[in-house]
T-cell receptor
Framework: DTGVSQDPRHKITKRGQNVTFRCDPISEHNRLYWYRQTLGQGPEFLTYFQNEAQLEKSRLLSDRFSAERPKGSFSTLEIQRTEQGDSAMYLC????????????FGPGTRLLVL | EDQVTQSPEALRLQEGESSSLNCSYTVSGLRGLFWYRQDPGKGPEFLFTLYSAGEEKEKERLKATLTKKESFLHITAPKPEDSATYLCAVDGSARQLTFGSGTQLTVLP
C-alpha cells in the first residue's frame, strides 16, 4: 500500500533561504493538493492540481510560493526568501477525481525558519 | 465563504466514558463532509465521508452523523489509543476542503 509520501519530513532553514518540498501522491490519483497547518489550527488550503494543471490558488499563497506538477505525477512546492512566518507543517493530499472525493494526506513536511 | 466550527476545543474523558464532538458548518452547497484523526506531528488520517443529511457511518468505537447544519462524531467507550485531534472539513462552494480547528481528545486510563 503506497500512500501519499512527502520529502523531507523536517526542514530547518535560515530566513531568506529558498526551500523546496516534494510530494508523491497515491498512484492514479489525478488531483493533488497542498495545505499549510500551524499549531492548534486546521489545515489551510494553498493550491491544487488536476493532472499537471494548477487550477486554483489561495490568496494565502504569496508570490514567494510556487508549485509545480510537471508530468501530472509528483509535485514540488518552493518557498523563496523564507520568512519566520512561513514556519508551519506543509501537507500534501491527493484524491482520485474531484468534488466530494476523499482526500488522503501525507505525513507532512515540518518547516522551521530561524 | 465556507465556514467550519468545532466544539469543544479540548475534551478529557475517562476510559469508557462516551461523548460526542460537534462540527457546525456553513456552505452554500455541500459536496461532502469529512472527519479526520490527526496524531501529533503526523498528517490527518481519513475516518469518514458523509454526503447528505441523515447519513451515518460507523467504524469501531466511532460513529459519524450529519444534519443540514452540523455533524457529530460519537465516541463510544473510548480507549487511551483514541487520544488525538479530530478534524472536521467540508467540501463546499470553495471547491476545496475547509477545515475546523479541531477537537483535541484525551482519554485517560
Amino acid at each position: 500500500d503506497t500512500g501519499v509520501s512527502q520529502d523531507p519530513r523536517h526542514k530547518i532553514t535560515k530566513r531568506g533561504q529558498n526551500v523546496t518540498f516534494r510530494c508523491d501522491p497515491i498512484s492514479e490519483h489525478n488531483r493533488l493538493y497542498w495545505y499549510r497547518q500551524t499549531l492548534g489550527q486546521g489545515p489551510e488550503f494553498l493550491t491544487y492540481f488536476q493532472n499537471e494543471a494548477q487550477l486554483e490558488k489561495s490568496r494565502l499563497l504569496s508570490d514567494r510560493f510556487s508549485a509545480e506538477r510537471p508530468k501530472g505525477s509528483f509535485s514540488t512546492l518552493e518557498i523563496q526568501r523564507t520568512e519566520q512566518g512561513d514556519s508551519a507543517m506543509y501537507l500534501c493530499a491527493s484524491s482520485l477525481r474531484g468534488a466530494g472525493e476523499t482526500q488522503y494526506f501525507g505525513p507532512g513536511t515540518r518547516l522551521l525558519v530561524l | 465563504e465556507d465556514q467550519v466550527t468545532q466544539s469543544p476545543e479540548a475534551l478529557r474523558l475517562q476510559e469508557g466514558e462516551s461523548s460526542s464532538l460537534n462540527c457546525s458548518y456553513t456552505v452554500s452547497g455541500l459536496r461532502g463532509l469529512f472527519w479526520y484523526r490527526q496524531d501529533p506531528g503526523k498528517g490527518p488520517e481519513f475516518l469518514f465521508t458523509l454526503y447528505s443529511a441523515g447519513e451515518e457511518k460507523e467504524k469501531e468505537r466511532l460513529k459519524a452523523t450529519l444534519t443540514k447544519k452540523e455533524s457529530f462524531l460519537h465516541i463510544t467507550a473510548p480507549k487511551p489509543e483514541d487520544s488525538a485531534t479530530y478534524l472536521c472539513a467540508v467540501d463546499g462552494s470553495a471547491r476545496q476542503l475547509t477545515f475546523g480547528s479541531g477537537t483535541q481528545l484525551t482519554v485517560l486510563p
